[in-house]
């Protein structure tokens, strides 16, 4: 007996499935791309941009899109770097207390001025891309090297695996936890397929849009103390290509931009997708300009295989 | 033996599970007003959009001018002499009024897109004229006009779309006094007439018996999709046509009259004159223990309005609402759902289901915290619950996994209302046309359903589907005409007003 | 019955009367509303004209000015292009890669550093033309395959914006060609060459809006898109014609950016996607379409500008200026923008 295999299971399986192939296809070209400290840089990089992720995956099942998540990095990152002289460790709660009041930002310019979302978060994108520029004066300023040793915990790791990546994968076990068990969580899918009804039903709309920025601020804070720990620097311009990644791991991990579904789950294979992709294509040494035209290209086809053909109005037409 | 301009044969509209048009047989001559009337759902709106094209018929045909009537769009049907001014203004306000009359059909003004304003303004001053409406200047913007001269414009507009015919042609008009002050809906009555003494016809559809009897040569009626009488202006009033309009009551048992509950005597829900601007005033009225009021009205009266403000969907401009004795402000539907106030919205797929969320999720979704044990949800409860209301609903699905946009109509509607009442804290259910796209089984589950619901004490606004329906199921009526609360009416099972009672103040 | 019948009929003439007059009010605010946001960014540029000649050192001198002159030049082109997009009710997030590919593309078309051709006028020509194909797809891809104009042209942007760093390998050429040198300096009547041509688009753009039903049609479909299509009117068509047009803007505006900078690289286009939308904003065309036009956004522009020039003249920190911007794109969107209770927003 013959079972069918609709073009939605394939559809939806395809991001791991492109995931293996990818693996295969790179480790086939350079065997060296799955060695240990290959590996080890994979993961790595994927840290902070999970984490920022997760939070984006939020906003986007919501329906709505945040597009300062980068420039919030890069003001966190430089405020870890800035405050690590004089608190150490304790500026990762700053990084992220920061996360959440620029999150907070967002979702409260979202809900009380009634304008769309991708205006607001570019708007608050130039601010704190501005804080970021100034505190630092430019460029990028170093931890100094005698106060390293205070970061040493963070070179831990358990066998390849880094210990930010582990703090990352506990960041996704929350924001799992939360969507799939939390009043929250259910709101957003629901505020996501439907508002108007998700609103009838006596859903907290306002409050649950709220949350979702705040917690899209608050990953995207600690991913700016991740990168901060781990390049030892107070990097402005660090958030830069994020805003696209983070879209690009939500949009490749299978999560529709109409909202309604998805999961923090798919955004996880998403952003490793993004990363294999991008460690790929340097290690078979393709041009790094040929790297955009190919994120461009498979963000739009990933959202068009993702979309419903029906035409739903999406953030503006 | 007068000329026939338009003319339906057997004309039918069948939706999957209802009938909304049966044998229509309408004759509209040349140079005549007819009036079109008939309760909510009679078939009146169903019938412009067929004559108009934007919607095909099931059944039937239709002749214009004695050749063959079909079209695929509103722009077919305008070519071919039919068209439709919509309740709904299709004006584009930044474009002035000239660019509106002609808007698509520029060309034969300019060259190569560029547009020779002044000649189009002067070719929109005839058209105007020809309506005597001199004194709209084509030039101006729409924006910049009063609704009356809007309206008036798309009239114009209308009847330039479908030509300068020497056999005439046919405008439909949709409700277009509803906004309009006496003095505006005289001037248009003016201009009804002036169309209809230049050869044309028109087909007037208005809920005011007195403005429909004033100005329409013949008088059709509708009821339950088909049509019940053909009245003479001389021989129209009132009561003849309300008689015509009403359908005859359904038995008691369908709607499990004797089942309906006698009110306890404490008030769980008082409206004191709420009023919400440009929809209703003045409206005051309470609902008590176990009781259902029926809200009756046509569209436009108002009652849907009541029933946003109600559930918190829409805040008011002025009045109070109390929960128990308690006043209340609802800043959205959630605060109200935090009373104990919830509604069973009208458009099902629209604001009543999450259609790619399962069945299980949808019930959920109003009652969360009893499926949760410290703030988490728990799954089995939550299917546990659905499962229980699968089965006590008779809800047809192949389980609480299923995703409730492929269920039918009636078991959707099943869904939404085990959603409302699941949680058990509700005190006040909106029901909006709760039977609505539903089949006949169904409803009479539903019926049942609401007895159950209000012998546990649950209060009830009821918005029926149809004015039997209302009134059967409430113990209590208030009519709605024009933003005001015009009468209330007690319904007790045992001496139900007749709908010619209630119609009487509807229209 | 009679009595019934009267008093009933009394109270029907009330209450025809409160619906109508409750809701001829609601017109009439509608209508001011629109009044307001046609005229107030005019006044606004008028008081900051006043407030900054007053209060800002070095605003009202002739340095200045011609600076400002200079500095409309870009922007003005760029909004041209949104201002139609946006007028649909759709956006062009793909403005910055456009600007930087063209900009790229015809450094190494005209006499350059890095290779042989001299392709002059036509250099610009060719590159021009190929930003505008990239917005041709953007349209046919939005259109046809339903895909939102947000994501659509996202996408399209980075794309561009790799295409455009292709062409350089990294290493952007620099401009030989005397020509550009000789438009980047020269100016006529006092005014730089650049914004004349600025103001050229200006003028065919404002003659697309006022004189042809193409540009009426634009408002139209912002308004009430199914009501346009049931007229037969090919709404479709008019959309593609509408993003090649951004493009085409854009083009032309990259090509301005390697005329004054007299090189060709993709980041000469930062921060413009930003400050044209707050111009266009600022200026009082709707976001969700409809209502505006390309002499509100010169107003914007001119506003933006003189702002920036502002800052700069007031010693602002640079880092400081898009921050600011920001609050004012807020500003100007929350002020502006339909108050439905019930309106969903994303």
């Known amino acids: 007996m013959t079972q069918r295999i609709s073009g939605r299971t394939i559809l939806d399986n395809l991001p791991w499935l492109s995931l293996i192939v990818l693996l295969g296809v790179f480790t086939s070209i350079n065997p060296r791309f799955v060695g240990a400290y290959s590996l080890a840089n994979i993961f790595l990089v994927a840290a902070p941009l999970l984490t920022l992720s997760f939070g984006a995956t939020y906003v986007i099942m919501a329906g709505s899109i945040d597009l300062s998540v980068g420039a919030i990095v890069s003001a966190s990152c430089v405020i870890y770097g800035t405050t690590f002289p004089i608190l150490g460790n304790w500026s990762i709660l700053v990084a992220v207390v920061f996360g959440f009041v620029a999150g907070s930002i967002n979702g409260l310019l979202f809900i009380w001025l009634r304008i769309p979302s991708f205006i607001v978060t570019l708007s608050t994108l130039s601010l704190w891309k501005s804080v970021a520029l100034l505190l630092v004066g430019g460029g990028a300023k170093g931890i100094p090297m005698k106060l390293w040793k205070g970061l040493a915990w963070a070179d831990l790791a358990l066998g390849i695996v880094p210990l930010l990546f582990l703090i990352s994968l506990v960041v996704f076990a929350v924001f799992y936890f939360v969507q799939s068990r939390t009043a929250l969580g259910r709101s957003v899918y629901a505020i996501g397929a439907n508002e108007r009804a998700a609103r009838m039903c006596g859903l907290k709309v306002n409050s649950t849009k709220f949350w979702v920025y705040a917690l899209s601020g608050i990953g995207s804070g600690a991913a700016g103390a991740f990168y901060s720990i781990e390049l030892k620097t107070s990097l402005a311009t660090i958030g830069d290509p994020l805003t696209l990644l983070s879209i690009a791991a939500v949009v490749l991990g299978g999560t529709p931009l109409t909202g309604g579904r998805g999961s923090v789950l798919r955004t996880l294979l998403g952003a490793m997708l993004v990363i294999i992709i991008q460690n790929g294509l340097n290690t078979v040494a393709l041009d790094v300009y040929w790297q955009q035209i190919v994120f461009g290209a498979f963000v739009i086809l990933a959202v068009f295989l993702n979309s419903e053909k029906g035409g739903r109005t999406l953030i503006i037409k | ?507 | 019955m009679a009595t019934e019948e009267n008093n009933s009929g009394t109270k029907a003439d009330m209450i025809t009367t409160t619906v109508a007059d409750d809701f001829s009010e609601r017109i009439a605010a509608e209508r001011t509303r629109s009044r307001i946001v046609e005229l107030g960014p005019l006044l606004v540029m008028l008081a900051l004209i006043v407030a900054m000649s007053v209060f800002v050192r070095g605003f009202f001198t002739w340095n200045n000015l011609a600076a400002l002159l200079q500095q409309i030049a870009t922007p003005l082109v760029l909004s041209m292009g949104l201002t139609f997009v946006l007028l649909i009710g759709s956006i062009d997030l793909s403005l910055e890669g456009v600007m930087g590919f063209a900009g790229s593309i015809v450094a190494l078309l005209v006499l350059n550093t890095k290779n042989q051709l001299d392709l002059g006028v036509v250099g610009i020509l060719i590159a021009i033309t190929a930003g505008t194909l990239f917005g041709i797809l953007s349209g046919v891809l939005h259109t046809r395959l339903k895909i939102p104009s947000f994501m659509v042209t996202f996408g399209m942007g980075s794309a561009i914006t790799g295409f455009g760093i292709l062409s350089y390998r990294g290493i952007p050429a620099s401009v030989n060609d005397p020509m550009f040198a000789h438009i980047a300096a020269g100016a006529f009547l006092g005014m730089p060459l650049l914004t004349w041509f600025a103001l050229v688009v200006f003028f065919i753009a404002l003659s697309i809006e006022r004189y042809t039903a193409f540009g009426r049609h634009l408002f139209a479909i912002g308004e009430n898109e199914s009501m346009v299509r049931a007229t037969g009117i090919n709404v479709d068509t008019i959309k593609v014609i509408v993003f090649a047009w951004a493009a085409f803007c854009s083009s032309v505006a990259g090509v301005f950016g390697a005329i004054k900078l007299n090189i060709g690289q993709v980041i000469i286009s930062n921060g413009f996607l930003f400050s044209t939308i707050t111009a266009v904003v600022v200026g009082g065309t709707s976001l969700v379409g409809g209502s505006g036009g390309v002499v509100q956004s010169l107003v914007g522009v001119i506003i933006v500008t003189m702002i920036q020039d502002g800052m700069i003249l007031l010693g602002v920190n640079a880092y400081v200026q898009p921050a600011v911007q920001g609050m004012i794109v807020i500003a100007a969107v929350s002020l502006t923008v339909a108050r439905g209770r019930k309106l969903v927003f994303k």
């Open chain 2, 1 to 507: 033996m007068e000329d026939v301009l338009f003319r339906t044969r057997k004309t039918g509209k069948q939706y999957p599970g209802t009938v909304a048009l049966k044998d229509i047989d309408l004759e509209v001559r040349r140079g005549e007003i007819v009036g079109l009337v008939g309760e909510n759902g009679a078939g009146k709106s169903t019938l412009l959009r067929i004559i108009s094209c934007v919607e095909q018929p099931t059944s039937g045909s239709m002749e214009m001018h004695g050749r063959q009537f079909r079209g695929k769009n509103l722009l077919e049907a305008n070519l071919m002499g039919v068209g439709m001014v919509f309740q709904e203004q299709s004006l584009m306000k930044k474009l002035s009024v000239a660019q509106n009359i002609f808007l698509g059909r520029e060309k034969s003004f300019g060259t190569l897109t560029f547009i020779n304003w002044r000649k189009m303004n002067v070719a929109a001053s005839k058209v105007l004229e020809s309506l005597g409406l001199k004194d709209i200047l084509p030039a101006r913007k729409v924006i910049e006009l009063d609704f009356a001269a809007r309206q008036m414009v798309e009239i114009a507009k209308v009847l330039n779309l479908v030509g300068d015919r020497q056999e005439g042609c046919l405008i439909l008009l949709d409700e277009p006094t509803s906004v309009l002050n006496e003095i505006e809906i005289k001037k248009l009555f003016e201009k009804m007439k002036l169309i209809r003494d230049q050869g044309n016809s028109i087909i007037f559809v208005s809920h005011r018996l007195s403005e429909v009897i004033e100005i329409s040569d013949r008088i059709y009626v509708f009821k339950d999709g088909q049509q019940t009488a053909l009245v003479e202006r001389k021989n129209a009033n009132e009561d003849i046509l309300y008689e015509k309009m009403v359908g005859r009551s359904t038995s008691g048992e369908y709607f499990k009259v004797d089942r309906q509950t006698d009110p306890g005597e404490e008030i769980i829900l008082e409206a004191r004159n709420l009023a919400l601007k440009g929809y209703f005033k003045n409206v005051s009225f309470r609902v008590r223990r176990g009781e259902v009021l029926g809200i009756c009205g046509v569209v436009g009266s108002g009652k849907e309005e009541v029933c946003a403000v109600l559930c918190g969907d829409d805040r008011p401009d002025g009045g109070q609402i109390f929960v128990n004795s308690i006043e209340r402000h609802f800043a959205d539907p959630a605060a109200a759902l935090k009373a104990g106030v919830l509604s069973v919205p009208k458009e099902r797929r629209e604001e009543g289901i999450i259609g790619i969320l399962s069945v299980a999720e949808n019930i959920s979704l109003s009652s969360m915290k009893a499926i949760s044990r410290h703030n988490v949800i728990s799954y089995r409860e939550r299917s546990n619950r659905a499962k229980e209301w699968i089965a006590k609903l008779n809800i047809k699905t192949s389980g609480p996994k299923e995703h409730t946009e492929t269920l039918s109509g009636g078991n959707a509607q099943k869904v939404v209302f085990a959603r409302a009442i699941s949680g058990g804290e509700n005190k006040i259910l909106i029901l909006n046309h709760p039977t609505r796209g539903v089949d006949v089984g169904a409803k009479e589950e539903i019926y049942l359903l609401i007895r159950e619901i209000t012998e546990r004490g649950i209060g009830i606004v009821l918005l029926g589907d149809t004015l039997d329906e209302t009134i059967s199921l409430s113990s209590r009526l208030i009519v709605m005409k024009d933003g005001l609360v015009l009468a209330e009416l007690e319904a007790p099972k045992d001496n139900k007003p007749s709908q010619v009672d209630v119609v009487r103040y509807m229209m």
